[in-house]
């Protein structure tokens, strides 16, 4: 089975201006925050709930609301046979579950990878303090833990084969304290040709600073610009990255990086889940300014429709919708399924400044968007979504070709909308 993810890969080396686009959905928060990684179940709050396993002597609505790891596992599942997303990123242990175990990814275009070390910084533990200190180095998992399941794997041939993921991402944060960064850099030596011994490949994660690092916020995007290019400037290529994934510090920062090496590819990341509009605006904006990769973690775990959003995140990345569009036409399908959103519409299009480390701390006050033309007279609204409509059907929504399909170079922001929307109607079945 050919990867979607080396297909981009190719194309984007062939050609850096390419709008192919590389999306990860981060399933590896188990690394991180503990119970808490799977997110909250939706229907509990919906239904008020309460599994029959769990007493509801020991467990209340408020504090039980997570999914547990089968479910977790389950959402997985439906992301891979929805075959949107180009890596799915896990944790050790949830690799060997789908990958080695299952063969999940065996026939499927998209590419397993499993989280290949965990620094201090994402060590957010409820009541843990972990978070608040410099970050510092450290790897639970082996590449051979990743690629067989194992402490040592059988190497056959020049080119093995392995059962779980020969891909993995590797992270630093650097804090700006010479010792520390030091430390990373030594660790990160190590992994890099342990990595080209055993042929696994990785993208690589520049975390912000977790801690006050002496640096204006505004400086920031310089500090971890300038850091990865010296840090890359001493690998060859047998031992880079596929990818990077790195804060997005805006348009200038984003595109200072890319400027420099067209073919070092520049991936973002996520952040907190924040608004609904927060995720569309930051891929679409990346995009925008030279990006290649988007890695979404709590923003697709928290989402109400975990494949909706991804639906949304693929058509803006594709150039069919835009944010605001995306937003509206998210919340169309939400209003459907009768799932209750966790912001009104009108809330879930503002834009918040996201906190992009593992604590959450907000570091700067929220602001709100100038809000998009609304679709409908009087107060925003929720988008409906449309009838069902075929192809070759006639439809008075958007123009289409003689031969019946959509004419997109004719459509207007709303007749693009409402044929995005006639198109999630068939793929969700609402």
């Known amino acids: 089975m050919i990867k979607s993810l080396d297909k981009k890969l190719q194309e984007i080396h062939a ?189 690589l994660e520049v975390f912000d600073p977790n801690v006050n690092s002496g640096i204006p916020p505004e400086k920031l995007g310089e500090f971890i610009n300038d850091n990865i290019i010296r840090t890359l400037a001493g690998v060859t290529e047998a031992g880079r990255p596929i990818f990077l994934k790195i804060v997005y510090h805006g348009p200038r920062f984003m595109e200072e990086l890319v400027q420099y090496d067209p073919h070092m590819i520049v991936g973002v990341l996520g952040g907190s889940a924040g608004t609904t509009y927060d995720a569309f605006k930051l891929i679409h904006d990346a995009q925008k300014y030279g990006a290649h990769v988007a890695l979404f973690g709590r923003k697709i775990n928290n989402a109400e429709h975990q494949l909706a959003f991804i639906e949304m995140l693929r058509l803006i990345t594709d150039g069919l919708i835009s944010p605001e569009e995306a937003v509206r036409a998210y919340h169309g399908v939400l209003q459907a399924k009768k799932i209750k959103p966790r912001l009104v519409l ?32 009087g107060k925003a609204k929720t988008a409906a979504v449309p009838a069902d409509t075929e192809k070759g059907a006639s439809s008075p929504l958007w123009p289409v070709n003689a031969d019946g399909t959509p004419n997109f170079a004719k459509m207007d922001s709303q007749q693009r909308l409402s044929y995005n929307l006639s198109r999630l109607n068939r793929k969700f079945k609402i």
């Open 15 to 203: 050609n850096p201006s390419s709008k192919a686009f590389i999306i990860a959905d981060a399933k590896d928060a188990d690394m991180a925050f503990g119970v808490r990684a799977t997110g909250t179940r939706n229907y509990l709050a919906k239904s008020g709930e309460i599994p029959a396993q769990f007493s509801p002597e020991v467990w209340t609505r408020e504090e039980f609301g997570y999914r547990s790891l089968p479910e977790y596992l389950e959402i997985i599942r439906e992301i891979v046979a929805q075959n949107v997303v180009d890596i799915m990123l896990m944790s050790a242990s949830v690799n060997e579950q789908l990958s080695i175990k299952e063969g999940l990814f065996r026939n499927s275009p998209m590419t397993p990878a499993a989280r290949a070390n965990d620094t201090s910084d994402v060590w957010a533990i409820r009541h843990g303090s972990y978070v608040k200190e410099p970050s510092e180095t450290f790897r639970s998992a082996s590449i051979d833990y990743i690629q067989c399941g194992k402490v040592e794997c059988e190497r056959v041939g020049a080119q093995p084969e392995f059962p779980g993921a020969n891909l993995g991402l590797y992270s630093i944060t650097y804090v700006n304290d010479l010792e520390r960064d030091r430390k990373a850099l030594l660790a990160f030596k190590e992994f890099r040709e342990e990595a080209e011994r055993k042929k696994f490949r990785y993208f």
């Open 346 to 377: 009108e809330k879930d299009l503002q834009l918040t400044e996201q906190a992009m480390s593992y604590g959450g701390e907000k570091k700067t006050v929220v602001t709100v968007s100038q809000k998009p033309a609304c679709m409908c007279a």
